[in-house]
């Protein structure tokens, strides 16, 4: 089954169902990459996105696409680090990238940005002395002229007569084709300016539905249980939509925040911003740090396969409290389209940790788009995490090894103070144990066992040393 999202050419709005209720025209089904959870490209995305392609298409182009005025949506790419599809006018225009080579952000062109670059009369084309290419073919001096003089880039393959034909790496003289497609004569189709309330007009009643069905669900398992109910709240988007249905559904619970002392400052000040806003009472379970520390000195920094700290960090606090409130119902924002193991879980589980909790999640078949369409619906925008608007896809703590390169390289910047203790702390345990350089550089320590494939073949080496 292909994942995607359906969008309307037409109004030029994602949409959740099939058909846009606005103008009731059927919808075209976007193929994207993985679970498909594509979100909304915000201010600092598309300044990224823009500077980005204005080598690749120019500035008058750049000012035809008109990106601010319109909903540009980014959907993570499997990749080394960072990357995402950049999806607008109903078209995966291109892939941007974190790029491991020289710690920027990149963008790798596909076929609609490629059919802007000829139509502009643009640089980095290769005029191909073929009617087509194919993946991973070599293409000499010989069989192609590039208009741009000699480099070493990415190329937008064309032939003779304009026919669009691929995507190549120059170097040495020669064409590498990363990717072939049907040849054609493209043509860039510019949609209409289009904003959130478009969106939410052509998904209205969509999002109606979804509402309702997480309302009663919430109503239809509080009333089965019959505990005391809270509502676990991360800083999170997800968590604040289930905070938010469940005050429509008028369940009295009280909202927990669990602080792992690894927070970002953005998130303690989101808490007392939405607790504040929506008067809601708040339980808040403190981890302990020099716990955290000491254990870190004596394992390691915690990795996606050791992840110590969800127990001392989360777990054990949230226990500590919880201990006093016997058998409780709690409401947890997880949706399937977060990772692999979310999308096999169920909407009602127990934590082995927490055995007299029973969870909860109404929004487990929510996607990004669905999410941000409620909460900008809803006025509720201004309770979100600013952290989401600064370009991250997910909240948590600071040095969380699940993060990216391109994530701490944000945290870095924003709190130097954090990430300095943090990274004092892993030059330390690379002098203690002989690590490589690669080790802290490209934030190797997010593995214990054994670093990905992918990694390792980007490296050069058969395997990473990591002692831990």
């Known amino acids: 089954m292909l994942n995607g999202i359906h969008w309307c050419d037409n109004c030029n709005v994602p949409i959740i169902g099939e058909k846009c209720e606005n103008c009731f025209k059927k919808a075209n089904f976007v193929v994207l990459s993985r679970a498909a959870d594509a979100r909304p490209a915000f201010e600092n995305d598309i300044r990224l996105i823009k500077s980005l392609l204005r080598e690749w298409i120019g500035q008058p182009t750049l000012k035809k696409l008109d990106m601010e005025r319109k909903i540009v949506l980014l959907n993570r790419l499997p990749y080394l680090d960072k990357a995402y599809e950049v999806l607008v006018d109903g078209k995966i225009l291109c892939h941007v990238f974190f790029d491991l080579y020289t710690f920027k952000w990149k963008v790798k062109p596909l076929k609609p940005l490629c059919s802007l670059v000829i139509e502009e009369n643009l640089g980095k084309i290769a005029f191909v002395n073929k009617e087509k290419v194919s993946k991973d073919e070599i293409l000499n001096s010989t069989d192609f002229k590039f208009n741009a003089g000699e480099s070493e880039d990415l190329v937008c393959l064309f032939s003779r007569d304009e026919k669009s034909l691929g995507l190549g790496f120059l170097t040495d003289n020669k064409i590498i084709v990363l990717k072939a497609w049907s040849p054609s004569k493209p043509r860039y189709n510019f949609g209409k300016k289009a904003s959130f ?44 939509i289930c905070l938010l249905l469940s005050l429509k559904t008028g369940i009295n619970a009280k909202l927990l925040f669990t602080n792992t002392c690894l927070e970002m400052p953005e998130t303690l000040k989101n808490v007392e911003r939405v607790v504040e806003a929506l008067e809601i009472d708040v339980i808040k379970a403190e981890a302990d740090c020099t716990e955290f520390w000491s254990k870190a000195e004596e394992v390691g920094p915690p990795a996606r396969d050791f992840r110590w700290c969800s127990q001392v960090c989360k777990l054990k ?3 500590k409290v919880l201990a006093s409130f016997g058998e409780t119902l709690c409401i947890v924002g997880q949706r399937k389209a977060e990772s692999l193991k979310r999308a096999s879980s169920q909407a009602v589980w127990k934590n082995r940790y927490l055995p007299n909790v029973i969870n909860i999640t109404p929004i487990q078949n929510w996607k990004a788009s669905l999410i941000w ?26 040095m969380c090894p699940s993060a990216t390169i391109a994530d701490f390289k944000m945290v870095k910047e924003w709190h130097p103070e954090l990430w300095e203790k943090w990274e004092v702390f892993l030059q330390n345990w690379k002098k203690r144990n002989n690590l490589e350089d690669a080790w802290l550089t490209y934030a190797l320590w ?20 990591t002692v831990f």
């Not at 900008?376 to 925008?381: A, G, L, V």
């Not at 997010?446 to 040393?465: A, E, Q």
Request: charged share 35%.
């Open 197 to 240: 309330k478009d969106a939410i007009k052509a998904n209205k009643l969509s999002i109606e539905h979804f509402e309702s069905r997480a309302c009663s669900f919430l109503e239809r398992y509080v009333n089965r249980f019959k505990r005391k109910t809270i509502i676990s709240y991360s800083g999170g988007k997800d968590s604040l």
């Open 317 to 319: 606090p949230t226990k």
């Open 373 to 398: 369409l409620y909460l900008i619906k809803n006025r509720k925008e201004n309770l979100v995490n600013e952290l989401y608007f600064k370009g991250f896809d997910r909240v948590g703590c600071y």
């Open 446 to 465: 997010r593995w214990k066992r054994r670093t990905p494939k992918g990694i390792r073949n980007f490296l050069g080496k058969s395997s990473i040393k």
